[in-house]
Protein backbone atom coordinates (compact mmCIF):
# COMPACT_ATOMS: atom_id res chain seq x y z
CA UNK A 1 0.00 0.00 0.00
CA UNK A 2 2.36 2.75 -0.66
CA UNK A 3 2.19 5.97 -2.67
CA UNK A 4 4.56 7.81 -4.37
CA UNK A 5 4.20 12.02 -4.31
CA UNK A 6 6.60 13.92 -6.60
CA UNK A 7 6.40 17.65 -8.22
CA UNK A 8 7.29 17.49 -11.90
CA UNK A 9 7.99 19.81 -14.55
CA UNK A 10 6.14 20.12 -17.80
CA UNK A 11 8.88 17.45 -18.66
CA UNK A 12 8.33 15.05 -16.03
CA UNK A 13 11.89 16.92 -14.45
CA UNK A 14 12.14 16.92 -10.92
CA UNK A 15 15.66 17.67 -9.46
CA UNK A 16 18.41 19.88 -10.98
CA UNK A 17 22.33 19.59 -9.94
CA UNK A 18 20.59 17.22 -7.12
CA UNK A 19 17.74 18.97 -6.06
CA UNK A 20 14.01 20.18 -6.64
CA UNK A 21 14.41 23.33 -9.56
CA UNK A 22 11.47 25.20 -7.07
CA UNK A 23 10.05 24.96 -4.13
CA UNK A 24 6.16 26.12 -3.43
CA UNK A 25 5.74 26.95 -0.19
CA UNK A 26 1.70 25.46 -0.53
CA UNK A 27 3.23 22.37 -2.41
CA UNK A 28 5.63 21.64 0.75
CA UNK A 29 2.95 22.34 3.54
CA UNK A 30 0.57 19.79 1.48
CA UNK A 31 3.66 17.42 1.51
CA UNK A 32 4.13 17.77 5.17
CA UNK A 33 0.70 16.98 5.66
CA UNK A 34 -0.10 13.85 3.15
CA UNK A 35 3.42 12.56 4.60
CA UNK A 36 3.05 13.19 8.74
CA UNK A 37 2.66 10.24 10.49
CA UNK A 38 3.61 7.80 7.58
CA UNK A 39 6.80 6.18 6.50
CA UNK A 40 8.61 7.82 3.99
CA UNK A 41 10.81 6.13 1.44
CA UNK A 42 14.20 7.77 -0.09
CA UNK A 43 16.92 7.17 -1.71
CA UNK A 44 20.96 8.16 -0.51
CA UNK A 45 21.12 11.43 -2.29
CA UNK A 46 17.70 12.37 -1.08
CA UNK A 47 18.57 11.64 2.29
CA UNK A 48 21.88 13.24 1.69
CA UNK A 49 20.12 16.51 0.27
CA UNK A 50 17.54 16.52 2.78
CA UNK A 51 20.77 16.35 5.60
CA UNK A 52 18.53 15.40 8.70
CA UNK A 53 15.42 13.02 8.89
CA UNK A 54 11.80 14.79 8.38
CA UNK A 55 9.99 15.02 11.47
CA UNK A 56 6.66 13.25 12.44
CA UNK A 57 7.61 10.34 10.01
CA UNK A 58 9.94 7.21 10.15
CA UNK A 59 12.53 8.46 7.35
CA UNK A 60 13.69 4.66 5.28
CA UNK A 61 16.38 5.06 3.00
CA UNK A 62 16.59 2.56 0.31
CA UNK A 63 20.07 1.17 -0.13
CA UNK A 64 22.23 -1.75 -1.35
CA UNK A 65 24.71 -0.34 1.11
CA UNK A 66 23.11 0.19 4.89
CA UNK A 67 26.93 1.25 6.50
CA UNK A 68 26.41 3.99 4.50
CA UNK A 69 23.54 5.29 5.73
CA UNK A 70 24.29 5.21 8.77
CA UNK A 71 27.31 7.11 8.39
CA UNK A 72 25.15 9.63 7.22
CA UNK A 73 22.74 10.12 9.83
CA UNK A 74 21.63 7.33 12.80
CA UNK A 75 18.29 8.57 12.42
CA UNK A 76 17.37 7.43 9.03
CA UNK A 77 16.78 4.00 9.23
CA UNK A 78 18.54 1.87 5.84
CA UNK A 79 15.84 -0.99 3.91
CA UNK A 80 16.28 -2.94 0.89
CA UNK A 81 15.21 -3.58 -2.32
CA UNK A 82 14.44 -7.36 -0.57
CA UNK A 83 12.67 -6.02 2.51
CA UNK A 84 10.07 -3.86 0.29
CA UNK A 85 9.24 -6.79 -1.77
CA UNK A 86 9.09 -9.30 1.11
CA UNK A 87 6.81 -6.67 3.14
CA UNK A 88 4.60 -4.03 1.09
CA UNK A 89 1.64 -5.92 1.53
CA UNK A 90 1.90 -7.06 4.85
CA UNK A 91 4.62 -4.96 7.10
CA UNK A 92 3.22 -2.19 8.75
CA UNK A 93 6.12 -0.52 8.11
CA UNK A 94 4.92 0.39 4.73
CA UNK A 95 1.23 0.50 5.55
CA UNK A 96 0.80 4.21 3.73
CA UNK A 97 4.33 4.52 2.73
CA UNK A 98 5.15 7.54 0.31
CA UNK A 99 8.12 6.95 -1.77
CA UNK A 100 9.65 10.57 -1.75
CA UNK A 101 12.47 10.06 -4.47
CA UNK A 102 14.65 10.33 -6.49
CA UNK A 103 14.56 9.18 -9.78
CA UNK A 104 15.91 5.20 -9.14
CA UNK A 105 14.28 4.85 -5.98
CA UNK A 106 10.91 6.01 -8.06
CA UNK A 107 11.40 3.83 -11.03
CA UNK A 108 12.27 0.92 -8.51
CA UNK A 109 9.19 1.29 -6.47
CA UNK A 110 6.47 2.12 -8.49
CA UNK A 111 5.56 -1.47 -9.31
CA UNK A 112 4.55 -1.62 -5.86
CA UNK A 113 2.57 1.67 -5.23
CA UNK A 114 -0.77 2.39 -5.43
CA UNK A 115 -1.19 6.15 -5.40
CA UNK A 116 1.21 9.05 -6.92
CA UNK A 117 0.71 12.31 -5.91
CA UNK A 118 2.03 14.61 -8.65
CA UNK A 119 2.32 18.60 -8.39
CA UNK A 120 2.51 19.23 -12.07
CA UNK A 121 4.08 22.97 -12.45
CA UNK A 122 4.02 24.53 -15.88
CA UNK A 123 7.25 25.08 -16.37
CA UNK A 124 10.29 23.87 -18.24
CA UNK A 125 13.36 23.89 -15.28
CA UNK A 126 15.90 22.13 -17.73
CA UNK A 127 16.03 18.59 -14.99
CA UNK A 128 18.41 16.22 -15.53
CA UNK A 129 16.28 13.92 -13.22
CA UNK A 130 12.72 12.47 -14.38
CA UNK A 131 9.85 10.94 -13.00
CA UNK A 132 9.05 7.36 -14.83
CA UNK A 133 6.61 7.79 -17.65
CA UNK A 134 2.85 7.48 -15.58
CA UNK A 135 1.02 4.50 -17.78
CA UNK A 136 -2.20 6.22 -17.60
CA UNK A 137 -3.68 2.52 -18.50
CA UNK A 138 -2.14 1.34 -15.37
CA UNK A 139 -2.93 4.92 -13.17
CA UNK A 140 -6.02 6.30 -14.60
CA UNK A 141 -7.31 9.66 -13.27
CA UNK A 142 -10.75 11.36 -12.75
CA UNK A 143 -11.81 13.97 -12.78
CA UNK A 144 -12.33 14.79 -9.45
CA UNK A 145 -8.60 13.94 -9.33
CA UNK A 146 -7.26 17.41 -10.54
CA UNK A 147 -7.29 20.38 -9.20
CA UNK A 148 -7.81 23.54 -10.47
CA UNK A 149 -4.96 25.58 -11.84
CA UNK A 150 -3.00 27.82 -9.11
CA UNK A 151 -0.32 30.55 -9.17
CA UNK A 152 2.59 30.73 -7.51
CA UNK A 153 4.57 34.11 -7.49
CA UNK A 154 8.23 33.74 -6.81
CA UNK A 155 10.61 36.16 -5.40
CA UNK A 156 11.24 37.78 -8.52
CA UNK A 157 7.74 38.57 -9.57
CA UNK A 158 7.60 35.32 -11.74
CA UNK A 159 4.54 33.61 -12.29
CA UNK A 160 4.47 29.75 -12.26
CA UNK A 161 1.13 27.84 -12.86
CA UNK A 162 0.65 24.47 -11.17
CA UNK A 163 -1.83 21.29 -10.28
CA UNK A 164 -2.17 18.78 -8.49
CA UNK A 165 -2.82 15.47 -9.61
CA UNK A 166 -3.56 11.82 -8.04
CA UNK A 167 -3.23 8.91 -10.40
CA UNK A 168 -4.65 5.77 -8.19
CA UNK A 169 -3.73 2.10 -9.90
CA UNK A 170 -6.60 0.30 -11.71
CA UNK A 171 -6.88 -2.97 -9.64
CA UNK A 172 -7.84 -5.95 -11.83
CA UNK A 173 -10.27 -8.45 -10.22
CA UNK A 174 -9.33 -12.01 -10.36
Known sequence: MM?????VDKKGGI???GDQPIHIPKDLKRFKTLTKGH????GRKTAEVLKR????????VLTTNPKMVNELN?????????MVIKGYEDDPLFNHAFVIGGASVYEQLLPYC???YVT???CDFECDQFF??????????????????????TDQGREISYRYIKYRRKFVRE
Open 3 to 7: NMIVM
Open 15 to 17: AKN
Open 39 to 42: TIIM
Open 53 to 60: PLPDRLNC
Open 74 to 82: VSFLPITMD
Open 114 to 116: KSI
Open 120 to 122: QVD
Open 132 to 153: PEISKKEFPTRMTDISDPMIYV
